[in-house]
Structures are given as C-alpha cells and as structure tokens.
C-alpha cells in the first residue's frame, strides 16, 4: 500500500519504449520518481486488470500509458482507476499512429483520457503534464517546472543562423 513512486509510465510492448522512455528522461529531468512497466491490454489482460484496479492504493497519483495500433491500453486503464491518465499514441508501422491517436483520443463521455500528439513530443509532454498535476500538491515539483520553462525559453536563440 503506497509504496509506488507517484508516476507510473505503462506501455504495450518493449517496442513502445524508444517513444515511452521521453517520457521517462523528463521525468527525470523533472527528478520526479516513477516506475515504467510493460502492461498489455490483449497479451497480458490480467497483468493490466491487476496494476489498474491496484493503482490508486499502490500510491501511484498519474499514469501515463503509451499504446500503438489498436491502442486500448490507456482507455483500459482509465476504466478501472479514477487516477488522472493520460495516453500517448505511439507511431505505428502501418499507419504512422493516426490509428493509435484515433483508438486513444475517441473516449466516450465518462471515462476519460487526456490525449497527447503522436510520438515523442507526445511521452515528453505527457510527462510535463504529470508534473503539472504533481506541482499542484508539491513545491518542489512546481520550482522543477517553472524552472524547465524557464531554460527552455532562455535556449530559444533570438536570432536565426544558417545551418551551413
Ligand atoms: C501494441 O502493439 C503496443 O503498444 C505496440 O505499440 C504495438 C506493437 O507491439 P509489438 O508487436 O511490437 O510488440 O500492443
């Protein structure tokens, strides 16, 4: 019981962590604690039931779930906890993950999941997210925060420069 750091990182498939570990290196950043597992909703139903009716009582706060193709991973999870989850469409083979985007965006009214791009930019802001969540309740997190804002806006140069 509440022994689980407070960000879960959950993925489909080893395959989905090249996308799902931008996630992780934010969080990191951030030096927000986390743990990331491989729960699938069609290989291992009963891996997903297990950590998504355990989550809350686990101590988990937010959950991230990254899932490609016919993704139900994150509307899965969502159905079975009321903590805040949040999918990132991973970029499938065959249709470049607009049809992970569609399976995870397309939640009916009363489960939700807060849907985030394609991709990389989609497990890196996932994570800004589950900060923005976090930094409510904690101060730290929030310094964390309003600083990554900061640098990333003073790396932004003024000025454009030829790249050759
Ligand atoms: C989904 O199927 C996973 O989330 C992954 O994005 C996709 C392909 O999985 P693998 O066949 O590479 O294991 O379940």
Known sequence: MLTSPPVAIVMGSQSDWPTMRHAAETLDTL?????????????????LIDFATRAKADG???????????????????????LPVFGVPARSKALSGQDSLLSIVQMPAGIPVGTLAIGEAGATNAALLAAAVLA???????????????????????????DD
């Open 31 to 47: 030096k927000i604690e986390y743990e990331a597992r491989i729960v699938s909703a069609h290989r291992t139903p009963e891996r």
């Open 60 to 82: 988990f706060k937010v959950i991230i779930a990254g899932a490609g193709g016919a993704a139900h991973l994150p509307g899965m999870i969502a159905s079975m906890t009321t």
């Open 136 to 162: 409510l309740s904690d101060p730290e997190i929030d310094v964390a925060l309003e600083a990554f804002r900061r640098e990333q806006a003073e790396a932004v140069p003024l000025f454009p420069v030829d």
